[in-house]
């Protein structure tokens, strides 16, 4: 996994999501396709795109009764220091534009202590939060937003 710590340099969204991306594609012709689902994807009305330090986080707002809910993903090429504190900038980004819940899944199982290190960072302040394997063979970050802010 290229890294590239967003204290010396701060990278372009486009750039982060191709490093992530390159990361898990085993050939140049599949990091095309994901490459081209993900432009889709940002494409989308209900994308919410988000950079935070060398950290770009993708969510999708629910609609009707779940419109204070958010599933989304990332691409990180950042350090897993500068991770945690960027995800704890989106958290706190998330909960005053009013997001109760948010979900995150992701595939790579080197992501987990990264996960593991917000969820800790969640407990002092009784956030319910959860990051483990999926039946799918996946992985799942999901939190519900405290009132307070994320330190």
């Known amino acids: 996994m ?7 340099e701060t990278l372009p969204g486009p750039s982060i999501i191709t490093m992530a991306l390159n990361d898990g594609a085993p050939s140049k012709s599949v990091l095309q ?4 689902a993900v432009s889709r994807e940002l494409t989308m009305p209900s994308a919410d795109i988000v950079q935070a330090g060398n950290t770009v986080f ?7 009764k779940a419109e204070k809910q958010m599933v989304g ?5 950042d350090t897993p220091n500068n991770f945690v504190n960027n995800y704890t900038k989106y958290l706190n980004l998330l ?6 819940h948010y979900v995150a899944k992701f595939k790579d199982g080197g992501q987990l202590p990264m996960y ?14 959860y990051v483990g394997p ?6 799942m970050f999901m939190v519900a937003l405290a009132p307070e802010e994320v330190q």
């Open 73 to 77: 993903t990332n691409y990180n090429a």
């Open 134 to 139: 999926t039946k799918q063979g996946d992985y």
């Open 2 to 8: 290229q890294i590239v710590d967003s204290k010396e």
């Open 58 to 64: 993708v969510g999708h707002r629910g609609e009707g």
């Open 95 to 100: 909960k005053k534009r009013g997001v109760t």
């Open 33 to 36: 396709y994901l490459l081209a």
């Open 116 to 129: 593991q290190q917000v969820r800790r960072r969640l407990e002092p302040l009784d956030v319910n939060a």
